[in-house]
């Protein structure tokens, strides 16, 4: 079946720092991937979609500048936090999607992402 | 607005119970609906619904789509400890999912 693998699983950085966290696409071309966060006991919030090979789509309050998605290939999105800050801590999920597909149904193990 | 409710928020339950939870929906441009359970990482997938009426089941585990009361029931047969998690329903819509909050299910030995 399909399989999507992210990482880093976890992270610890420091404020002020960038962290880069990568989803890919391991047996299937994924022309959408989704990114999503997730706070202790709520549910997936959806971040931003992304299609390869063009600009992100960020959900409305998500900070485009501070979330930098890249969709390059058909097999890798990157999800860099920047500048971040403890309130950026928090459980990131990419889920990835292959054309005429389930939208999103195949997801990263997460990255659980400190900011100290 | 899109939205996507899930009840009961949390439930326990003794081993060998049988369990439903209940996830209503009201979104546009509906593609599917999705049904995953997490544990401590990342949701697993269990089931889409995209008909009416047709009930997919896996093991203790079976889901059912009624769109035209916009509504989605999972049950869990005989239930195991092994089933304490949280279970998400998801909306696909043409262009992304929506999740609801999830039901947090714990069974009790």
């Known amino acids: 079946g399909a399989v999507v693998s992210q990482h880093p699983s976890w992270v610890i950085c420091k404020s002020g720092t960038s962290v880069k966290i990568e989803c890919r696409s391991l047996?299937?071309?994924?022309?959408?991937m989704f990114w999503y966060r997730q706070f202790p006991k709520q549910s997936l919030m959806l971040m931003a979609t992304s299609n390869e090979g063009s600009k992100a789509t960020y959900e409305q309050g998500v900070e485009k500048d501070k979330f930098l998605i890249n969709h390059a290939s058909l097999t890798l999105s990157t999800l860099t936090v920047t500048s971040a800050h403890p309130e950026d801590s928090s459980f990131y999920i990419c889920?990835?999607?292959?054309?005429?597909?389930?939208?999103?149904?195949?997801f990263g193990s997460g990255t659980r992402l400190t900011v100290v | 607005e899109d939205k996507v409710v899930q009840s009961p928020l949390s439930l326990v339950v003794h081993e060998g119970d049988t369990v439903t939870l209940n996830c209503s929906y009201e979104v546009t441009n509906f593609r599917s609906l999705l049904w995953y359970k997490q544990e401590k990482k990342a949701p697993t997938f269990l089931f889409m619904l995209t008909s009416s009426g047709i009930e997919k089941k896996s093991g203790r585990l079976s889901s059912i789509l009624d769109k035209k009361e916009l509504f989605s029931i999972l049950n869990i047969t005989a239930t195991q400890t092994g089933d304490s998690a949280v279970y998400l329903c998801a909306v696909g819509k043409d262009d992304k999912i929506i999740f609801g909050k999830g039901t947090r299910l714990h069974i009790l030995p």
């Open positions: 047996d299937f071309q994924a022309t959408t």
């Open positions: 889920s990835a999607s292959e054309l005429g597909g389930i939208y999103g149904y195949t």
